[in-house]
């Protein structure tokens, strides 16, 4: 039941764009993103809802196509500040257990 | 407290002792996770309390491992019998019952030599 993130890791140089991407082969109700620094706890970046619009958080978006259960998050203009360990972590229903996917390293070089 | 507080911060035991790690979420928060990260991987569910329904254990590796959360509140996961292979950062977790986002603790690094 684990989703599945996509790329594994990415390298940019600052000002560059890049897409992950996260898919489940069960019907979900949510997806939830976090980004992780080194050493940091996971913070919270989106959430996106079954029938619910694309998100944005500053120069980051979103979106959940629910025919092929699958979310993109998309990081436009890069920044160094946007280096971490993104994880999307999936809900089947209401209030049920949050699952994570094994996370994508993205790294912004100067 | 604002955030969700873990103790202790890091733990270093000795193979087969016991352990208890311990979890202060979010007042007012109904959900509560637990979560697992070895060096360099990704988030490993453990268990999940929503309000007074029954704990969702499936994510427990083995029954050395067990968790409760008293009052709705507080929770605190034991590792009986630690194994080198337990050693990693234990990570709670607390959102609301609407399913929203969840708040992360700053972990509990755990060593066991």
């Known amino acids: ?110 | 407290g604002a955030g969700v507080s873990q103790s202790p911060s890091n733990k270093v035991t000795e193979k087969g002792k016991d352990v208890e790690l311990r979890c202060d979420p979010i007042s007012g928060h109904t959900a509560l996770y637990w979560y697992r990260q070895s060096l360099g991987q990704g988030l490993e569910f453990l268990i999940y309390f929503q309000g007074n329904s029954a704990p969702d254990k499936s994510g427990l590796p083995s029954d050395r491992f067990s968790a409760e959360r008293t009052g709705g509140s507080v929770s605190t996961l034991t590792i009986q019998r630690t194994q080198q292979e337990d050693s990693a950062v234990y990570l709670c977790a607390s959102s609301s019952r609407d399913g929203s986002e969840a708040f992360f603790g700053q972990g509990t690094r755990l060593t066991v030599v």
């Not at chain 1, 050493?39 to 092929?68: D, T, Y």
């Not at chain 1, 259960?69 to 160094?80: D, E, G, H």
């Not at chain 1, 280096?83 to 790294?107: D, K, M, N, P, V």
């Open chain 1, 1 to 110: 039941q684990q989703p599945v993130q996509s790329p594994q890791a990415v390298i940019l140089r600052e000002g560059e764009d890049a897409v992950i991407n996260c898919s489940s082969s069960k019907a979900l109700y949510s997806v939830h993103w976090y980004r992780q620094k080194h050493g940091e706890a996971p913070v919270f970046l989106m959430i996106l809802l079954k029938g619910g619009e694309q998100m944005r958080h500053e120069k980051i978006s979103a979106s959940f196509n629910e025919k092929k259960q699958q979310s993109s998050l998309y990081l436009t203009a890069s920044q160094l500040s946007y280096s971490g360990t993104y994880f999307c972590g999936t809900e089947r229903t209401s209030g049920s257990r949050l699952t994570f996917g094994e996370g994508t390293q993205l790294t912004v070089n100067p």
